[in-house]
């Protein structure tokens, strides 16, 4: 087996791991073996023999974390790609463009909850959304001028290389 990474700290592959070492050594495996076979240190292989004589299988199991509450419900979160789809005109913005920012302020008027620009990149990334940049092009981009000026204007103003410097 690979060795563990820190990075994926899920509680339940946490959970399994545990009760797996536990399983492992009522099968006769030795201590040792049960670490290799699991990455871990010997250390946590006799830490969790121990846990599991005292207390026995329900002392292993995954702990809910602590931290702050999610400000709103998963109700109100599900409301989100609705609010999303209405568009930022919707709520009194010039253009349909979302930004941290306008999107901050239009949760603040439906769930009267105010979220800061990175928690609400946070909320959108939980949600399974991702940052779009639109493409931009001047509105009153006149094709046919901008053609002109490439022929006729651009190259009467374009830097000209002196033969004496050859």
Same mark, same amino acid.
């Given at each position: 087996m690979a060795r563990w990474s820190q990075k994926h700290r899920d509680t $339940?592959?946490?959970?399994?791991? %545990? $009760? /797996? &070492?536990?399983?492992?050594?009522?099968?006769?495996? @030795?201590?040792?073996?049960? &670490?290799?076979?699991?990455?871990?240190?010997?250390? +946590?292989?006799h830490q969790w023999k121990v846990i599991h004589a005292a207390k026995g299988s329900?002392?292993?199991? &995954?702990? =809910?974390?602590?931290? @702050?509450? =999610?400000?709103?419900?998963?109700?109100t979160m599900a409301t989100l790609p609705s609010i999303l789809a209405r568009g930022a005109q919707s709520f009194g913005y010039q253009t349909d463009i979302w930004t941290l @920012? %306008?999107?901050? +302020?239009?949760?603040? !008027?439906e769930w009267g909850v105010r979220?800061?620009?990175s928690g609400t990149w946070v909320l959108l990334k939980r949600s399974?959304?991702? *940052?779009?940049?639109?493409?931009?092009?001047? %509105?009153?981009?006149?094709? #046919? !001028? #901008?053609?002109? *000026? /490439?022929?006729?204007?651009? =190259?009467? $103003? !374009? /830097? !000209?290389?002196d033969d004496d410097e050859r």
């Open positions: $339940l592959v946490l959970e399994e791991r %545990r $009760l /797996k &070492a536990v399983d492992l050594l009522q099968l006769g495996v @030795r201590p040792a073996e049960v &670490a290799r076979r699991l990455a871990v240190s010997p250390q +946590a292989v329900e002392a292993l199991r &995954a702990v =809910p974390r602590g931290g @702050r509450f =999610p400000y709103v419900e998963p109700e @920012r %306008r999107l901050a +302020a239009a949760l603040e !008027k979220y800061t620009k399974g959304y991702s *940052w779009q940049r639109p493409s931009r092009q001047a %509105r009153e981009k006149d094709m #046919v !001028k #901008v053609a002109r *000026w /490439k022929r006729y204007t651009y =190259p009467r $103003l !374009k /830097k !000209k290389r």
